[in-house]
């Protein structure tokens, strides 16, 4: 199987449709996930640092852009907070489908 460039993901069809899911894979079975170890070690910190440090940084970015910039000063702004939100969004459910365990 060849790498896509993100730790872990081999390429095929998950079998759930689920946007996260808790699915099992066998090594010769190609996928769209990863293993959990890489999910705990790679994956979620990059996450916790997105929604702690990545989108606030471009919340207070926006913050310092000047008055007379007002579409640009609110349009970055959303997407910090986007950012933040939907990374700590994606931990979270991750964080619960791991704890669940295999099904």
């Not at 959990?36 to 207070?60: C, K, N, S, W």
Request: glycine letters at 8%; charged letters at 20%; proline letters at 7%.
């Amino acid at each position: 199987m060849r790498p896509l460039g993100y730790p872990g993901i081999r390429t095929a069809v998950k079998a759930s449709s689920d946007a996260v899911a808790n699915d099992v894979v066998q090594q010769d079975r190609p996928y769209l996930c990863v293993a959990y170890d890489t999910e705990q070690h790679m994956v979620q910190p990059l996450r916790v640092a997105a929604f702690v440090a990545g989108g606030p940084i471009v919340m207070y970015a926006a913050s310092q852009l000047p008055e007379g910039r007002g579409t640009l000063k609110t349009l970055t702004f959303l997407i910090g907070a986007g950012v933040t939100a939907w990374s700590a969004y994606i931990w979270k459910k991750a964080d619960a489908e791991m704890k669940r365990g295999p099904r």
